[in-house]
């Protein structure tokens, strides 16, 4: 893969079971993406929640698993927090420090030395200079790093720069994640618009939004599809994989198919229902980090909006460009028309860990796949489409889903809206989605099945008989 330097890379991208090699040597790879070593995250704050949300986005933005939170409140002893961070065993403890709350932090950091004095784990104490310094002194012998204030954007970057260093085996090792961010900012900037990458593999899973400016907001966790597809389960419930299948399906006959997609690493979907059970899988991790974001009061509103979504990822390796549009709406619930693409296998990763080096090329890896049109119609609206083959007129009402097949350069036309949206020749086609934002899953069996299985066939996105 060539770079805007004119240097060539090639890049190892790790998949769980197995490497995809990418560029002209065969020798050796000059860079290798992997998931990294797994961090396991502890965060003690002030007496508010408010203290805990810098190191909440920290985290987030980090891939680093919290194991723990600890307020300074009174509402445990100092025994019972030293018994829950041992019981915890956390690689990396990240305590923010706030002067109003100095004697409860203190007390956190006596806790900390009493139930983790054998493990040692590594100490982040993030806060302004006068609000760190007793906290520092409580945690004598302990191994201690002072970092900037986590409320801040800059102290924020200081402190995932740190945790990302702790994950690494090596300096040619790029992480997953690090590459996903690097991929959507190189994107931003070559369009010159705003993009989003939404990545899930079998291990983890990722949104990065980066604005036109190059800014990115970035979410990561350990949730997948294959080696941690039991983890969507667990922090979610059964319920929230199975409402997204198309057919009924008992809760421990589909716990067993999720604890197998554990088991085999890099398996391919052999049947329609287990092909069902990933996008199923794929959908929930991607909202699961949305709700983290918005817990951890990241801003991800904007990425609704942006201008092209790219899937990477198992995302972009369904076997149907369908199937990925599918997933990609329902679970991002975009807002206003755009584009959706899909990287060539792995190629946009291996882009995006050159270009946490070096300038890249990242758009010959990306193919165009739908133009999405999210509508919310008070009443029965026109929809023109336009393409090599000529114009289609579609009168779209509230909760219609459909695809307009299209062939060659693209352009849109919506009632009500001033401007046309254009693009160049799409994979799938034009797809109109008018179900409403938020988009909200019927509770009932008997109504949410048959939505299910008639939004995959409008798209042609299952098989028939999954469908069933």
Do not use: K
Request: a neutral charge.
């Amino acid at each position: 893969m060539s770079t805007a330097t004119g240097l060539v890379a090639t890049v190892d991208v790790a998949r769980e079971a197995s490497d995809h090699r990418i560029g002209p040597r065969a020798d050796g790879s000059d860079l290798q993406v992997a998931a990294g070593r797994p961090l396991r995250l502890a965060l003690l704050g002030g007496r508010s929640d408010a203290t805990l949300v810098g190191g909440r986005a920290a985290a987030l933005a980090a891939c680093a698993d919290v194991v723990l939170t600890i307020r300074g409140d009174a509402r445990s002893t100092l025994v019972e927090r030293a018994a829950a961070l041992r019981d915890a065993r956390p690689t990396t403890v990240l305590l923010t420090a706030d002067g109003q709350d100095g004697s409860a932090l203190v007390d956190l950091a006596e806790a900390l030395r009493l139930g983790c004095a054998s493990d040692r784990p590594a100490v982040l104490v993030a806060g302004h200079e006068n609000a760190r310094r007793p906290v520092l002194a409580a945690l004598a012998g302990l191994p201690v790093e002072a970092m900037p204030d986590a409320a801040t954007s800059a102290g924020r970057d200081a402190i995932v720069a740190r945790l990302r260093a702790m994950r690494r085996d090596g300096g040619s090792l790029v992480l997953r994640d690090e590459s996903v961010d690097a991929a959507a900012r190189a994107v931003a900037s070559a369009t010159g618009r705003a993009a989003v990458i939404a990545d899930v593999s079998g291990t983890t899973s990722s949104l990065a939004y980066a604005s036109a400016s190059g800014a990115v907001t970035a979410v990561h966790a350990h949730l997948g599809v294959g080696a941690s597809a039991d983890r969507v389960v667990a922090g979610g419930g059964l319920d929230r994989v199975r409402r997204w299948m198309p057919r009924a399906v008992d809760g421990p006959a589909l716990l067993e198919r999720v604890f197998n997609r554990a088991r085999w690493p890099d398996a391919v979907a052999a049947t329609p229902q287990t092909l069902a059970l990933e996008m199923a899988l794929a959908r929930e991790c991607l909202r699961r980090l949305l709700a983290e974001a918005e817990r951890a009061e990241v801003a991800f509103g904007a990425a609704r909006s942006a201008p092209l979504i790219v899937c990477t990822g198992q995302l972009a390796r369904f076997p149907r460009a369908a199937q990925t549009v599918l997933v990609a709406v329902d679970a991002l619930a975009p807002e206003t028309v755009q584009v959706i693409a899909w990287e060539r296998p792995d190629a946009l990763i291996a882009a995006g860990a050159i270009a946490s080096r070096t300038p890249a090329d990242v758009m010959s890896a990306l193919t165009p796949l739908a133009l999405v049109a999210s509508l919310a119609p008070r009443r029965v609206m026109t929809v023109r489409v336009s393409d090599a083959s000529g114009a289609v007129e579609q009168r779209v009402g509230r909760g219609a889903f459909l695809l307009v097949p299209t062939r060659g350069a693209v352009e849109l036309t919506v009632q009500g809206i001033a401007s046309a949206t254009t693009s160049e020749a799409l994979a799938l086609g034009v797809v109109i989605d008018a179900r409403g934002r938020p988009l909200e899953l019927p509770p009932r069996d008997a109504e949410r099945l048959p939505a299910v299985g008639r939004w995959a066939a409008a798209v042609d996105a299952l098989p028939p008989e999954a469908e069933r």
